[in-house]
Every structure is written in structure tokens, then in C-alpha cells.
């Protein structure tokens, strides 16, 4: 289904009552994040927000695809894995031989369909460029800060237009832009992204780069600038598959070289000067629930704003999970599993990617498996598979079919994982390139990774029988806090509940090597045997909260440095998953705070909650994490 404009998408989300509009005024400053921070985290009350007094001229919508409903909606479709179907459906037909002519000549109107979906660039003006501001002025448009280290406002949904100067190739991505100016922003693109490359290729040709951002019109669009698509692969054709439409593209005013969609709510229009200094940019509250700090990145002169008549300014923020940002990550998990299935990894049934994982961190996959060290296979192919490199944690087991169990059965995929594993054996470290965001790296987009096997081992992968797991009557965890005073909490309950042989630990480091050493100790006390596996996270983390437990530990973690086996067999995994210092691990980068927001603001939407129309009041979500931040700062090392 494809929505003429974003005003009819915000009619089609208040028609099935899914929006909740917003009269009062609200600050972009600060205010609207908090108060869209509590709907998004409260599953009876996750809604999307038009604000729609925000001291501009214009309406912002939020949180518009934050919830498995919305993002069909958004995608036109029923449910997400309709539209992995719909691509199955086709590379199948497309990749099964053709015996005849006959059999060639049906492909036609399908391929004939298939060609329709190509994006094409129109004459004249779009209704984009209904309004051209006489002179551009990013300050007229309600952008927001979001949270309190933030290093000013930031445009949180670009669609970010630039072209390869050797061929001529279209490329839309999404990345931050922090606002400078009325007319300089950012350019957040990270050295792995193709802008990146294109504006590389600019600095090479001695050449002024043009770029232009779009923002809002049909909801799609949004959804195909975060697909991680091949680098050669126009976005616009996946935005046009998907909404069984092509996409209309007009010519910029001021950049004529990008085309951008003739239906978008407003357009940036502007360039990146390679040659000139770059700019300081950041801190951001980010989507790995932690500030990304700042660091030096292009500049972006902006050279004309347009708009629609009736434009509505689509905005969204991340933070500590769930936000937004979870949804489109799902999507992208169906929509790009036959893909990866049917050209690289063919033995996969399923993935799954835990909110808590923040994306890359963590991975479940589901494996046909048919010969020993198949999963090493596949476990190289992922993290050769183009955004799939980033992939920090790696977890296989085998395929519903031959589990009897649902990916997304969380608690009896561990059982049956952990019952197949020998944490010696069936656990593997890597290293290779890492999100730039992930902060627990010792080197900036460089860091270690971790498999851990959990499929059925055939003979030639056994080296000792595994049998099911079952607490020894002489754990007690209340003997082991009594005995180690740094331990502020141990859970216990996966492995005395549910037959999971692994343990949380919350501890309080105070000298180098206090976690492997702790980890020792506690292999040798009473009742350990039996178990594999134990997460240590800050001693700030409630350790019975395990969304947060492993929030943190994936977040901190880095699989390569921060392991140690202990006990008498050295068959007991320790994982470090707490921050990391100078002081206390030798960790030379900053260490980020993790994303609350402050007193002041929490206060002023609460006093301001009775006149939103949200209903009884949502107590903010950052009161349980404040006790969790050091100092104040975006950077631990600031507050120290």
C-alpha cells in the first residue's frame, strides 16, 4: 500500500486508533523526547504522538512506527513477515531453472511487475517544493533535543541523499545531523556507511559534494534509508516493492545532480565541502541506550529549504530500549532473512534480534543442521554478510523442525542451547570490525566477537557427553553474598527455575583483574558444578531485571578481551560485561553514561501531563536508571 503523503498516514494511525494528538504546547527541547520516552515504554499506552503545537509553524509526529501495528502499517502490510514472503515468493521464482519457453515466458509479467516498482524522476516540481523558504532557516522547523547531554538539537529521520561521483549511483542513508546553525548542521556518517565512501570519493576529485535530505512523505521511504541494503542497490526500488508503487522523484532546486521524492514533507537542500575542516560533533544520546561521545565529522551548508503546504515534521528518539527504533529493526530482521538465506546462508531457518541486543549486539539464529561444524560455517558466513559483520554475539541452535522449540521462546531456546553446549568447545572468539557506536571496543570500530554453538552435536563433535542441567542442591545464593561483600546481587533463577546452567552477577570492581579473579573464587564454592556460564554487570544493575542485565552485558562487553574460564575442569565461562577504565582494566577511550533524562525535565512533563490527553500519569522510565550514572556528564571520565 502506498500513502499519498505522511498526512495520510497520520490519518490512517487515528482512524485505527493508534495516534493521540497533541494540542498543549510541548518544548521541543528536551520535553517531547520524555513525554514520548514514557508512551513508548508502556505497552498499554504505546502510541503514536502528534504534537502539534510545538512553537513553529509546524506539527511533529513521533513513535509513528513504534509498535509491531504501526510498522505494518507503515510498511502496508499485515504482518511483518508478509513482506519476506513476498521476497521469497520472488527470488524463488526468479532462481528456479526454466525448462522451456513456455516456463520463461510466464516469468515475464512478473518481472514486468518487478520493473514497475523502479523509481522515476518526473519534470516539474513536486509537492515537496510547494513552498520554497525565501531564506533557509533550520530554526523554523521543530527539531529536538532529546536528552540532557545531547550537544544541541539533532534531525533524528533523514533520509540522506548523495550520489557515487565516478557513477553516478544514488545512495539514501540515515544519519544523525546535529544542528550548528540556521543553515550548518553535522554529517554523522560512519566510515563503514557508503556516504562515507562517496564523500571519500569527492575528497579524492577535489570536488564539493551534493547532498539532500529528505524527511517525511509515504513512511516507506523512512524504513528504506535504514535497510542495509547492497551498496549498489537503489533504495527507492526496495521503497517501491515494498509499497507496490513506484517512487516519484523530482529534481532538487539549488542541487539538480539529487532527485529526491516528489511527495516528502520537506527537503535539505545542500553540500559538503571535503576540503574544509571538519566539525565537532555530538554528544547524542543513542540507540545502544548510551551517549555516543563526540568526535569529528563533515559539515553540511544548507542551501534551500521546501516544503509541502501542509507539512508535518516526522521525527523519533532513541535511548535505552525499547524505542521506535526496536520496530524498524524488526522489520528489517524479516524483510532481509530470505536474502541472507537464499545468497549466503542457505542452512538458516530463522533470526532473531532481542530488543535487548540493541541490533547488532546480540543475534539468534536458527540453523538445518546436517554435518559437523556447520555452525562454524555459518558463523563465518554471518559475519561476512554485510551489516551482519558488526555482530558482536552470535547465538545457533537448530531449526524449530528439530528443536521442537520458537525462536523467540526465549527461555526454552537457552534450555535447549545450554544443554548443547560445552562452554569449552562450542564457544568461539573473533575479532574484526565493530559499530563505530559500540563503546566497549578497545580500538574505535574494531573489536572481538563470540559464537556460541548451541545446535545438537553430532559424534565428531563431542568430546564428553552433555547432559541436562540441574541446580546442585548446595548452591545457595545468599551463602555466596555473604561471602564475597563486592557481589551486590546474583540471579540465580534461570538456572533453579528453568534448567539453564548460567548465572547473573552484579559486582563492584575495586583493582585489576577483580572480575576474573571473583570468577575463580566463585567456581570453587559449593554447589557450582554444572553451570556454564556466568554474566558479571555493573554492580549498579539490578541482577533479578534481565532485560537490563543483558542490556548492559551486551553493551559492555567484548567478547575476546573480557573472557576467562574458571574452575577445576576450566570449564566455567566468565564474561565481563561491566564498564571498563583506565584505572582498573587499562582502557584508554572514554566510557559513556548511560541515557536519563534530568530532574527538571522529568518535573516540568509532569506538571504539564493532565493537559496532553495522555491519561493518568506514565512515571518516567530514567527515574529507575539515575542511580545508575556517574557524575552527570555524557562521559564517565567528565564526571570523575
Known amino acids: 500500500m502506498a500513502y499519498k503523503s505522511l498526512r495520510a498516514f497520520i490519518d490512517a494511525l487515528e482512524q485505527a486508533g493508534e495516534l493521540v494528538r497533541i494540542k498543549t504546547f510541548v518544548d521541543p527541547v528536551l520535553e517531547i523526547a520524555e513525554i514520548t520516552d514514557r508512551v513508548s515504554k508502556t505497552p498499554d499506552r504505546n502510541k503514536a504522538l502528534l504534537f502539534e503545537n510545538t ?56 518481472l514486468s511487475k518487478f520493473v514497475s516498482y523502479m523509481p522515476k ?20 522547523l521543530p527539531i529536538l533535543k532529546c536528552w540532557p547531554q545531547d550537544g544541541g538539537p539533532f534531525i533524528t529521520l533523514p533520509a540522506i541523499h548523495t550520489k557515487d561521483p565516478n557513477n553516478g549511483i544514488r545512495n539514501i542513508g540515515m544519519y544523525r545531523m546535529q544542528v550548528f546553525t540556521p543553515t550548518m548542521t553535522g554529517m554523522h556518517w560512519h566510515k563503514h556507511k557508503v556516504s ?39 533504495e527507492y ?44 560533533e555530538g554528544p547524542f544520546g ?104 558488526f555482530n558482536k554475539i552470535l547465538v545457533l541452535s537448530d531449526a524449530v523442525a528439530d528443536s521442537g522449540i520458537k525462536i523467540d521462546d526465549y527461555g526454552n531456546l537457552a534450555r535447549y542451547v ?39 552435536k553430532m559424534e565428531e563433535e563431542m568430546t564428553a557427553p552433555l547432559m541436562p542441567f540441574k541446580i546442585n542442591a548446595q548452591f545457595n545464593a545468599n551463602d555466596v553474598l555473604a561471602r564475597s561483600p563486592e557481589i551486590t546481587g546474583i540471579n540465580d533463577k534461570l538456572a533453579r527455575e528453568w534448567g539453564i546452567g548460567i548465572l547473573f552477577v552484579a559486582v563492584k570492581k575495586e583493582h585489576p583483574n577483580h572480575v576474573s579473579e571473583l570468577h575463580e573464587q566463585l567456581c570453587k564454592m559449593a554447589g557450582m558444578e554444572g553451570i556454564k556460564m556466568v554474566l558479571y554487570v555493573e554492580h549498579t544493575v539490578n541482577a533479578n531485571n534481565i532485560p537490563d542485565v543483558l542490556w548492559r552485558f551486551c553493551n559492555n562487553l567484548d567478547p575476546r578481551r573480557d573472557h576467562f574460564y574458571g574452575g577445576k575442569g576450566k570449564n566455567i565461562l566468565g564474561l565481563d560485561g561491566t564498564r571498563k577504565s583506565k584505572k582498573l582494566d587499562n582502557f584508554d577511550r572514554p566510557w559513556p553514561n548511560i541515557i ?20 493518568k500519569i506514565i512515571i518516567s522510565p530514567s527515574l529507575q536508571y539515575r542511580t545508575q550514572l556517574y557524575g552527570g556528564g555524557a562521559s564517565v571520565l567528565d564526571s570523575e
Open 196 to 234: 562515507a565512501r562517496h564523500f571519500n570519493e569527492y575528497k579524492k576529485l577535489g570536488k564539493i559534494m551534493p547532498v539532500c535530505v529528505a524527511l517525511g512523505g509515504d513512511p516507506v521511504y523512512t524504513y528504506a534509508a535504514t535497510a542495509p541494503l547492497p551498496e549498489n542497490v537503489d
Open 418 to 456: 545450554f544443554n548443547n553446549l560445552n562452554p569449552v568447545t562450542d564457544v568461539y572468539f573473533s575479532q574484526g570490525p565493530m559499530d563505530v557506536l559500540d563503546h566497549s571496543c578497545s580500538k574505535l570500530g574494531f573489536g572481538g566477537k563470540m559464537c556460541i554453538d548451541g545446535t545438537k
Open 237 to 280: 526500488m526496495l521503497a517501491g516493492f515494498l509499497r507496490k508503487k513506484k517512487v516519484e522523484l523530482v529534481k532538487c532546486i539549488t542541487q539538480p545532480e539529487i532527485e529526491v521524492p516528489a511527495d516528502a514533507d520537506f527537503i535539505i537542500e545542500g553540500y559538503v565541502d571535503p576540503s574544509e575542516e571538519l566539525v565537532w
Open 55 to 110: 512553537g513553529t509553524g509546524f506539527p511533529l509526529l513521533i513513535n509513528s512506527m513504534g509498535s509491531d501495528k504501526r510498522m505494518c502499517m507503515a510498511l502496508g502490510i499485515d504482518h511483518l513477515d508478509d513482506a519476506m514472503n513476498d521476497i521469497d515468493g520472488l527470488l524463488k521464482k526468479m532462481s528456479t531453472p526454466k525448462n522451456g519457453l513456455l516456463e520463461k515466458l510466464a516469468m515475464l509479467p512478473q
Open 286 to 389: 543513542d540507540h545502544t541506550g548510551y551517549y555516543s561521545l563526540p568526535d569529528w565529522y563533515p559539515r553540511f551548508h544548507v542551501t534551500a529549504i521546501t516544503h509541502r503546504k501542509d507539512a508535518v515534521y516526522p521525527a523519533t528518539i532513541v535511548g535505552i530500549p525499547p524505542q521506535e527504533d526496536a520496530w524498524i529493526g524488526k522489520a528489517t530482521e524479516r524483510i532481509f532473512l530470505t536474502p541472507i538465506k537464499m545468497t549466503m546462508v542457505p542452512e538458516i531457518a530463522d533470526m532473531n534480534m532481542p530488543v535487548e541486543g540493541v541490533f547488532h549486539n546480540l543475534v539468534i539464529t536458527t540453523i538445518h543442521k546436517e554435518y559437523a561444524g556447520q555452525g562454524q560455517k555459518v558463523m563465518n558466513a554471518m559475519w561476512g554478510a554485510g551489516q551482519m559483520m
Open 121 to 140: 524522476v518526473v519534470s516539474g516540481r513536486g509537492a515537496c517544493q510547494e513552498v520554497v523558504m525565501e531564506k533557509p532557516d533550520l530554526s523554523k
Open 596 to 615: 536519563a533524562a534530568d530532574d527538571k525535565t522529568i518535573a516540568s512533563v509532569d506538571e504539564k501531563w493532565g493537559q496532553l490527553g495522555l491519561g
